[in-house]
């Protein structure tokens, strides 16, 4: 595999911790309202803007014979959650590591996140080496149309930083991402959640991404590549 032009991180559940977060501030969002929300429809949120998992939870709710919800009523009760969750987010393992690392050898890199621009500094503050990246699309960013799956968040982040997508590595833990990059021509690496594994694993990700166990293999990929 050789050298890519640059890296493409996605943030949540990639380099920083709070996927298992995020998941808590929607399940409790929803049993608010009365709906359980299974494994499996938490996984379907995983790597989403933030309005898009509103407009899919409320659609459960409501299919459950909950209330009729807006989006702005369901997120009044989640996002309080959510922001008192998010500020304690650890790194994933190996993520300041390989982000130094990138800084190190010159190799360019860029965010490419579902998240808002105020979410990503919230999470971001208590991580001094996030700063490193310093080209980022966010979740609303102006400039972008479609979120995950669509390919548009990588497409958007390759440009800015003047390379092609098709020569960039792009870094993923969700279905959705995964896709959104595969989509964009993206080289796709992704970090599955520990829960998946099997033919679960198998099924969740388009295409033959490169599977990885840790951030450190990636370092070591990066040393290697010619
Ligand atoms: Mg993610």
Redesign the pocket.
């Known amino acids: 595999m050789v050298l890519p032009a640059a890296c493409l991180f996605?943030?949540?559940?990639?380099l920083l911790d709070t996927?298992p977060l995020h998941a808590r501030a929607w399940q409790q969002a929803a049993r608010h309202f009365g709906r359980e929300l299974t494994p499996e429809e938490l996984m379907a949120l995983?790597?989403r803007r933030r309005l898009d998992c509103a407009d899919q939870v409320r659609g459960w709710i409501a299919a459950a014979g909950g209330p009729a919800l807006s989006a702005a009523e369901l997120l009044a009760v989640r996002q309080p959650i959510a922001e008192a969750l998010l500020v304690q987010a650890p790194p994933m393992p190996g993520a300041p590591e390989l982000v130094e690392h990138c800084h190190a050898v010159g190799l360019p890199m860029a965010l490419a996140?579902?998240s808002s621009r105020e979410a990503v500094a919230l999470k971001a503050a208590p991580h001094p080496w996030l700063a490193r990246i310093g080209v980022r699309v966010h979740g609303d960013d102006p400039e972008l149309e479609r979120g995950k799956p669509a390919p548009d968040v990588f497409l958007l982040a390759a440009r800015r930083l003047g390379v092609a997508a098709t020569d960039c590595w792009a870094f993923?833990?969700?279905p959705a991402?995964a896709a959104a990059a595969a989509a964009a021509g993206c080289r796709v690496h992704v970090l599955p959640p520990p829960h998946l594994d099997g033919p679960a694993l198998e099924r969740s990700y388009p295409g033959e991404p490169t599977l990885l166990s840790n951030l450190h293999q990636v370092i070591r990929a990066l040393e290697a590549a010619p």
């Open positions: 996605d943030l949540d559940g990639l996927e995983r790597g996140t579902s993923e833990d969700s991402g």
